[in-house]
C-alpha cells in the first residue's frame, strides 16, 4: 500500500482534537470506499498517524468512529480491521440497499424537477463516456454519482441518508463487480431503463428497473463472495 503525500492542513492553529478526528475519519474512509484498503485489511495506528501527519490519539479516536459506523471492527489482539461481513451480511445488506433504491427510484419518478432530470441525463452520459476508457475505477466513480442523483431526485433527506450509509459498507463488493468483465455494459442499459421510467413518471417502472439492477448486482457479487470465501477465507479486492 503506498504512503499518501496528503496530510492534515497545517500553518494554521491546530483544530480540536474531535474535528481532527473527524477529518481523519473521513480521510480513511475515502481510502476504504476508493479500496486502498480492503475487507481483512489491518488498520495500523502507527502507519496512519505518520501516513497523515499527526499523533496516534486523533487517528484511535478515528477508528472508533469508523467502527461506529460499521466501515471498521475492533478485534481482540489484532487490533482494527476493515469490515469484512459473511457471505449472508453481505447478502443482507444488499436485499435491504434493492428495497431502498427502488423506493428512491420511485419517488423520483413522481418528484423529480426538471434540473433533477438534467442531473440525471448528465451523470448516466458522464457513465456512457467512462466506459469507453476501459478504465473501471472512472466508471465506478460516474455510477456513484448517478446513483446519488436518483437520491436528490426523490427528494427525502432520511432516505438519502439511510443509503448513503448502507453505500459506504457495501461499496467495496460493488467496485469488486464493476470490475467483472461485460458488468460495465450491462450496467449502462440498466441506468437508462431506470432513467427512462423517471423521464416517464412511471414509479412502478422505475421501481422494478432499479430493483432489477440492484439484484443482478447483488447476485454478481454474492458469486464472486462465495468463491473467494471458499478460495482464500476472506473477499478481496
Same mark, same amino acid.
Given at each position: 500500500m ?7 492542513p497545517?500553518? +494554521?492553529?491546530q483544530?480540536?482534537?474531535r474535528?481532527?478526528s473527524l477529518q481523519? +475519519?473521513?480521510?480513511i474512509?475515502t ?6 484498503f ?6 495500523d495506528?502507527? %502507519? ?7 499523533s ?21 489482539h489484532?487490533?482494527?480491521?476493515v469490515a ?18 427502488a423506493?428512491a /427510484?420511485s ?17 448516466h +452520459?458522464r457513465?456512457?463516456e ?6 473501471p475505477?472512472?466508471?465506478f466513480?460516474?455510477? +456513484? ?30 467496485r ?16 437508462a431503463?431506470i432513467?427512462?421510467?423517471i423521464?416517464r413518471? /412511471?414509479?412502478?417502472?422505475?421501481s ?5 439492477h440492484?439484484d443482478?448486482?447483488?447476485?454478481? /457479487? ?6 473467494t470465501?471458499?478460495?482464500t %477465507?476472506?473477499l478481496?479486492?
Amino acid at each position: 500500500m503506498a504512503q499518501s503525500e496528503r496530510s492534515l492542513p497545517s500553518g +494554521q492553529p491546530q483544530p480540536k482534537r474531535r474535528t481532527q478526528s473527524l477529518q481523519l +475519519q473521513e480521510l480513511i474512509e475515502t481510502a476504504i470506499l476508493q479500496g486502498e484498503f480492503g475487507p481483512g485489511d489491518r488498520l495500523d495506528e502507527s %502507519g496512519l498517524a505518520q501516513r497523515f501527519g499527526v499523533s496516534r490519539t486523533p487517528v484511535r479516536e478515528a477508528l472508533k468512529g469508523l467502527a461506529a459506523a460499521h466501515l471498521a471492527v475492533v478485534r481482540p489482539h489484532a487490533g482494527v480491521i476493515v469490515a469484512n461481513p459473511s457471505v449472508g451480511e453481505v447478502m443482507e445488506m444488499f436485499e435491504l440497499m434493492a428495497m431502498l433504491e427502488a423506493f428512491a /427510484a420511485s419517488r423520483a419518478a413522481r418528484r423529480a424537477t426538471a434540473n433533477d432530470l438534467a442531473a440525471l441525463k448528465e451523470t448516466h +452520459q458522464r457513465c456512457k463516456e467512462a466506459a469507453k476508457t476501459d478504465k473501471p475505477a472512472l466508471f465506478f466513480d460516474a455510477n +456513484q454519482e448517478f446513483h446519488e442523483s436518483i437520491y436528490v431526485a426523490a427528494h427525502n433527506s432520511v432516505l438519502r441518508e439511510q443509503i448513503m450509509a448502507l453505500d459506504k459498507r457495501l461499496a467495496p463488493y460493488r467496485r469488486l463487480v464493476t470490475f467483472q468483465p461485460g458488468r460495465i455494459e450491462e450496467s449502462i442499459d440498466e441506468h437508462a431503463a431506470i432513467l427512462d421510467a423517471i423521464e416517464r413518471m /412511471a414509479p412502478d417502472d422505475a421501481s422494478q428497473a432499479m430493483r432489477e439492477h440492484l439484484d443482478l448486482l447483488a447476485e454478481d /457479487a454474492l458469486a464472486l463472495a462465495r468463491a473467494t470465501v471458499e478460495g482464500t %477465507g476472506a473477499l478481496s479486492r
